[in-house]
DNA sequence: GCTTTGCTTATGTCTAAACTTAATTATACT
DNA sequence: AGTATAATTAAGTTTAGACATAAGCAAAGC
């Protein structure tokens, strides 16, 4: 019901879960300083450093404001986070207990798009490797991938045959990342989209645009077409 | 352009990245088995507690594997976890540099539909306050917003002039919330959803439901259409 | 062979104490 | 008054040491 890391007993959790309550109950209020972790390690007969911990948790969580010197506040306006887990497909489709499949498209190596070359950082006039992929759930098109991979920066990609092992796959297994962009948007499905999910033309789709890089530079660029009705969800 | 919490120099920080570059650089391998927490303690001249901290991080970014006993390892096929920012409305107009205003389109009391209800865990036959709101950026639509609030989780909402603060402002600012359910979908718009963001029916629309609970049920449920083209960015 | 029991080990958590650092407050100076 | 400077404070970080606990391992028992 809240954070990850927490192994639910703790003194520090307890601690969470107290000041949480204070929070939700109003005795402190939005803006309100709250007393220091002095205090409160008195008060609740610990460690500061475990007061320390605790606070942060619900800082990162955004419920507080902490600022050297000037002491922990309630948050005014918690522009709150979610945090969204990105399966693997195949996982996916395997935990809703159906039978995964996937169908390489096309697959080619090809110059870079300026739009591509543009979201992967890379100057124009690069060869990629180009991938379309459609994943299915029972037989039933799931997801349709458009793939755009950097040999540079993913070596022996050329080598790989993604009829055995999906894309996606092969690079998390292979090259992680340091840093990604993720963008989610709505799109009307196009002629390609349409065919390959079994749908109608114009119909909406949640699209999952996504580029990673390493040192290398740009691994790769991929959208993710979810089938119609698809819905994400996200956990505070 | 990594973890939030990290105030990026400190000894903590530079085990993360000095971890995270061994596996980037494959020194490390997926499921393999990284030297334990005193040895690392060493390796980098720091006392236990630091390399522990260090190697939480990575745990809760989901590079790593910790397990009791077993040791820590790097993790195979990483589902990654981005964190999204869901922002107030208005924050995240007027950051763009646009004028923002709203306009409350319809507010009654009226019975909690089944899907609703049923969404808000409440038993059927609830008066709830059902709102739809268009917020504007610079005189243009950019998100409609349908919420029902429960006056026994939010009392005092009967009161509340919501042509002076939205909706959701109101709620942010008077009641935290415990737990969310957060989802995204794309929907295709219908009529009133046309009408409203100044577009076409039919328009593929990214949609965001959310439902919040304090320790009195259910607060607010909405469900949030943003303007066509709208695409929300989120971060690993 | 299979199961149970206890030992061992790596992580999880906590503590007390120290030092660092940003930011506020008070003070001295112009 | 306005500004520079120093003192103070609360959070940030680290350390060394301790104990707790889950999980792997091996020996003993069935």
Known sequence: ?????????????????????????????????????AALAIEFGVARATVNKALQMLADEGL??????AG???????ARKATL???????????????YHHRIVSQKTALAPDEVAQRMDLPPGRMLIHL????????????????????????GV??????RINPNEW???????????????????????????DTRQGTALLILQRTTWNDLGAITAVRLAF??????????
């Open 227 to 236: 089938r119609p009705g698809y819905s994400l969800t996200a956990s505070p």
């Open 1 to 37: 019901m809240n954070d990850r890391p927490a192994p639910s007993s703790s003194k520090a959790q307890a601690i969470v879960a107290e000041v949480r309550r204070r929070i939700v109950d109003r005795e402190w209020r939005q803006g309100d300083r709250i007393p220091d972790e």
């Open 158 to 163: 050329e080598l790989v045959d993604f009829q």
């Open 64 to 69: 507080l404001d902490r600022k050297r010197r």
């Open 72 to 78: 922990t506040r309630v948050t005014v306006n918690p």
């Open 171 to 197: 690079l998390v297994r292979n090259f992680p990342w340091l840093r990604a962009d993720i963008e989610f948007r709505a799109e009307n499905a196009d002629a390609r989209d349409a065919r390959l999910l």
């Open 85 to 99: 887990t990105i399966p693997i497909v195949r996982e996916q489709i395997e935990g809703a207990g159906m039978i």
């Open 132 to 155: 379309q992929t459609v994943h299915y759930g029972d037989a039933k098109p799931f997801q349709v991938e458009d793939r755009w991979i950097n040999p540079v920066a993913a070596p």
